[in-house]
T-cell receptor
Framework: EAQVTQNPRYLITVTGKKLTVTCSQN?????MSWYRQDPGLGLRQIYYSMNVEVTDKGDVPEGYKVSRKEKRNFPLILESPSPNQTSLYFCASRGVRGPHNTEAFFGQGTRLTVV | GNSVTQMEGPVTLSEEAFLTINCTYTATGYPSLFWYVQYPGEGLQLLLK?????DKGSNKGFEATYRKETTSFHLEKGSVQVSDSAVYFCALSRNQAGTALIFGKGTTLSVSS
């Protein structure tokens, strides 16, 4: 079954304690990205990756890091979380080959609370 | 720059009512347009898409037509069901490869029986 898997689904942490949210896809997609979803703001892109070892900033990258060492994995790293990073996070992947845009597959989401 | 504007919610309807959720966009070039749906506690799923002007995307009774002259991609359904209650996001792709999606803020639909 084609899927994007995020872990954990729920996380409560304290300010300043480093954390990693993992994302893995089994569709051999080149493109992966992270979004955060906040009330009244919709989804905003944090970082994206066009392929292994290729990452770039999205619209709201401050306070986040990513890495893409393998094609299937795209972890989101918060080196020093702050309360304004409390949000619902989604990982997504899609293929980029062919003349038309292909469907983006989303993970189930990670609800992060920073206290 | 590129952006998507959706009608504000929430939208509250009775079962079997007609649904329209408005979406307009601003973009350079020729973006592809999407509607995604998010059911409670779940991630986003693609509902339908259109890749060029005058294309009509359809799925599960929902339809949307890519109108370049009005830069719109309104979502419609003739008869909603309780199970359609969800948050609906309009989105566009930034470039030809369709890699980056720009989302609207989402419209919450609540359908009562």
């Amino acid at each position: 079954e084609a899927q994007v898997t995020q872990n954990p689904r729920y996380l409560i942490t304290v300010t300043g304690k480093k954390l990693t949210v993992t994302c893995s896809q089994n569709m051999n997609h080149e493109y992966m990205s992270w979004y955060r979803q906040d009330p009244g703001l919709g989804l905003r892109q944090i970082y994206y990756s066009m392929n292994v070892e290729v990452t770039d900033k999205g619209d709201v990258p401050e306070g986040y890091k990513v890495s893409r060492k393998e094609k299937r994995n795209f972890p989101l790293i918060l080196e020093s979380p702050s309360p304004n990073q409390t949000s619902l996070y989604f990982c997504a992947s899609r293929g980029v080959r062919g003349p038309h845009n292909t469907e983006a597959f989303f993970g189930q989401g990670t609800r992060l609370t920073v206290v | 720059g590129n952006s998507v504007t959706q009608m504000e919610g929430p939208v509250t309807l009775s079962e079997e009512a007609f649904l329209t959720i408005n979406c307009t966009y601003t973009a350079t070039g020729y973006p592809s347009l999407f509607w995604y749906v998010q059911y409670p506690g779940e991630g986003l799923q693609l509902l339908l898409k259109a890749t060029k002007a005058d294309d009509k995307g359809s799925n599960k009774g929902f339809e949307a037509t890519y109108r370049k002259e009005t830069t719109s991609f309104h979502l419609e359904k003739g008869s909603v069901q309780v199970s359609d209650s969800a948050v609906y996001f309009c989105a566009l792709s930034r470039n030809q490869a369709g890699t980056a999606l720009i989302f609207g803020k989402g419209t919450t639909l609540s359908v009562s029986s």
